[in-house]
């Protein structure tokens, strides 16, 4: 049963357009919703959050937004760039008792083509 | 700033030996994780600990051990290996939750089990 979707496997675009990487969650608990990027052969990194009193949150390049309603997170990347390939996972962390752990999707693999 | 440092970064095991993952964190934190990779999975959850002495199983925690005897450290051991514990495994780290819920990844051990 997973919490946590990220329904697309990959995402190709071009260099200088806007990436667009979805996340959909299905657990009402959650609050805080976070962006991880992973290059090969390292660990995940963290790059961005939101917490759910909030719709949107923007850090340069960087932009999550949150649809509570419909329970929905995507991560926008303005302008795109080739050393933005790598895997993003969506993660999601809840209040009370569980919020003391994250549960990820499986990912998204972008590639950002010169 | 090693912040936190997984051993060793890649080991081969035979069916049925033992081995034990050393994760190492300095930045002081209560909490951490150990996490397994894999295609199409995602980031999944073994086990994790919310302070010295405690630990609470995760998603997938059969096959598994942890020990938490010292703040900084968090063991994973393999009493039996199976092949289907081959993955990448990731150590992580937080501060409490009253400090926000990012948490902070090693960069990563590869166990194949043949």
């Known amino acids: 049963d997973q919490q946590v979707k990220q329904n697309s496997p990959s995402l190709s675009v071009q260099e200088g357009r806007i990436s667009i990487l979805n996340c959909d969650y299905t657990n009402s608990m959650f609050d805080y919703f976070l962006w991880y990027k992973k290059y090969p052969a390292e660990g995940p990194t963290f790059l961005i959050s939101i917490s759910s009193i909030k719709d949107k949150n923007e850090d340069g390049r960087f932009t999550v937004f949150l649809n509570k309603s419909a329970k929905h997170l995507s991560l926008h990347i303005v302008p795109s760039q080739p050393g933005d390939s790598a895997v993003y996972f969506c993660a999601a962390s809840g209040s009370g008792g569980s919020n003391y752990k994250l549960t990820f999707g499986k990912g998204t693999l972008l590639t950002v083509n010169p | 700033n090693a912040g936190v440092t997984q051993t060793p970064k890649f080991r081969v095991l035979k069916t049925g030996q033992s081995m034990t993952l050393l994760c190492a964190q300095d930045m002081n934190h209560e909490y951490m994780y150990w996490y397994r990779q894999d295609p199409g999975m995602g980031l999944r959850l073994i086990h994790y600990s919310v302070g010295e002495g405690t630990t609470a199983k995760g998603e997938v925690p059969d096959g598994y051990n942890v020990s938490r005897l010292k703040k900084q450290n968090f063991l994973l051991g393999l009493e039996s290996a199976a092949p289907s514990q081959t993955s990448v495994y990731f150590c992580?780290?937080?501060?409490?939750?009253?400090?926000?819920?990012?948490?902070?990844f090693g960069e990563g051990s590869w166990l194949t089990v043949v």
């Open positions: 992580a780290s937080r501060d409490d939750m009253r400090t926000g819920n990012t948490i902070y």
